[in-house]
């Protein structure tokens, strides 16, 4: 907090002498969930509410421009609970079997269910999303999305902002402080994510065989049914075999990639 302050009474003691008055101090005060800035200014004849009025429509031009100040500060002092609360809500559908969530998806996406019921009670015809490639997405995105959002939360969390507030410093603009900072520092973790995700969603065979009816074999569905109904141990081992090399072979690509990184 204390370096925020100093780097804002440093932008702002230029403004306000221009304007003939002394900076006294200045203070970042949080009121409910907005941060407010207050500048004590003085000045020799004494301070009138027209003076008021002048320095608060400068300041506020010049946070305009320069609204990285704000953002970054509640960036950087933002409440943990929220961050928690968040990343609790992402998780607390992991704690219940994926085979029970599987079947959730099945009552709100079939033809006879609750979202169907919605639309009909809009006075809009059923939509069949069951065993389709909308469900089976749907029901992929659901169950691996959390191995995904994990990893990026951990790499932006211990991000070093001082990155952030050089590249506005710098003259970069939104966009290009993501582009150039935020998506580079935060490559690990989507690397993380991306060999998690890989490793669950290639051997699979639940989702897309309850939600997609059986018409989509994906790798995990061909190896089930070597074992299950064809009785074809040894093409079933074959298999299971190969999936396991090329999951080495990822993990391992991945590891270099997250080295160089």
Known sequence: KKDYESRTEAMLMP??????????????????????????IDKENGITV?????????????????????????????????DLLLILLVTIPEWINMLLRTYAWMNLLSDNGIINHLLGL????????????????VGLVCNFMPFMIIPIHTSLSKMDKSFIEAAYDLGANKFQTFTKVIWKLSIPGVLNGIMMVFLLSISTFVIPKLLGGGQYMLIGNLIESQFISVGD??????????????ILIFMSLMKKMDKDE
């Open 15 to 40: 403004i306000v002498e221009a304007k003939g008055f002394e900076l006294v101090d200045v203070e970042w005060v949080k009121e409910g969930a907005n941060w407010y800035l207050r500048a004590y």
């Open 50 to 82: 027209d003076d008021c009025e002048e320095v608060s429509r400068a300041l506020s031009d010049l946070l305009d421009e320069e609204d990285f100040i704000s953002e970054n500060y509640i960036l950087e002092v933002s409440s943990p609970g929220l």
């Open 122 to 137: 809009l006075g809009i015809s059923p939509v069949t999303m069951m065993y389709t490639d909308f469900s089976v997405v």
């Open 233 to 246: 141990w040894n093409f079933g081992s074959a298999i299971s075999l190969i999936l396991a090399v090329l």
